[in-house]
Structure formats: C-alpha cells, structure tokens
C-alpha cells in the first residue's frame, strides 16, 4: 500500500512553467509505476504521463509530449512532472497515481491509489 501527496500547483501564464512533485509514503514505492493523470472542468480524468517502476521507460499522451518530463527517485520516494510551455487546455486537477502494472499504464483503472490532487491553472 501506498499514500501519494501532491504539491507544486499554481497559477502560471501562457507559455510558462510548473513543476508537480508527489511524495509516496509507504514501504513498496519501488514496487509500483507511476503516472499523472489530470481532470479539467465538466470533462473525464485523463492520462497524462507515466514512468516505469525503474525509471527507464515513460509515456506520455500526446497532447504533452515534447512539452512535460515526468520522472522519479527511487530514494526519495518522489514522482515529478515537469510542464513546460504551458497552455490554457492544460488547466486541470493533476493526480498521481500507483500502478501495479510494471511499465505503467494509460488506462486509469490500473492505477489503485490516487493522491488527492493539485490544481493547475493556466491563464492566457
């Protein structure tokens, strides 16, 4: 088991930069991969980004790709999802989440523990 705390929100503009962090608390962060996902106003939770149990293999959806870096250290038990040049579709809750599935997964389902969320907010 698994508890994910998100911070690194915000209020940024057009073009800008935010960096997530999600702090994992629990015995097992190696265990899982790991991934963001975001929900924007009045649509469903959307895949994001996710990072193998080791770090070596990401994906990423395209809509981000060339833009975000999502990343991990192992013995800091963080997640990061570094989001550059930031535009207004960005604007969501972004969670982090924990997947069982060795390499990560795009489909939320596969994710049993969910942080609670940080709010991104992009303004043009």
């Known amino acids: 088991q698994v508890q994910l705390v998100e911070s690194g929100g915000g209020l940024e503009q057009v073009g800008g930069s935010l960096r997530l962090s999600c702090a994992a608390f629990?015995?097992?962060?190696?265990?899982?991969?790991m991934g963001w996902f975001r929900q924007a106003p009045g649509k469903e939770r959307e895949f994001v980004a996710a990072?193998?149990?080791?770090?070596?293999?990401?994906t990423y959806t395209d809509s981000v790709k060339g833009r975000f870096t999502i990343s991990r250290d192992n013995s800091k038990k963080m997640v990061y999802l570094q989001m550059n040049s930031l535009k207004p579709e960005d604007t969501a809750i972004y969670y982090c989440?924990?997947?069982?599935?060795?390499?990560?997964?795009?489909?939320?389902?596969?994710?049993?523990?969910w942080g609670q969320g940080t709010q991104v907010t992009v303004s043009s």
């Open positions: 990072v193998s149990r080791d770090g070596d293999r990401t």
């Open positions: 989440a924990a997947s069982g599935v060795l390499q990560g997964s795009i489909w939320a389902a596969e994710y049993p523990y």
């Open positions: 629990g015995h097992t962060f190696v265990s899982f991969a």
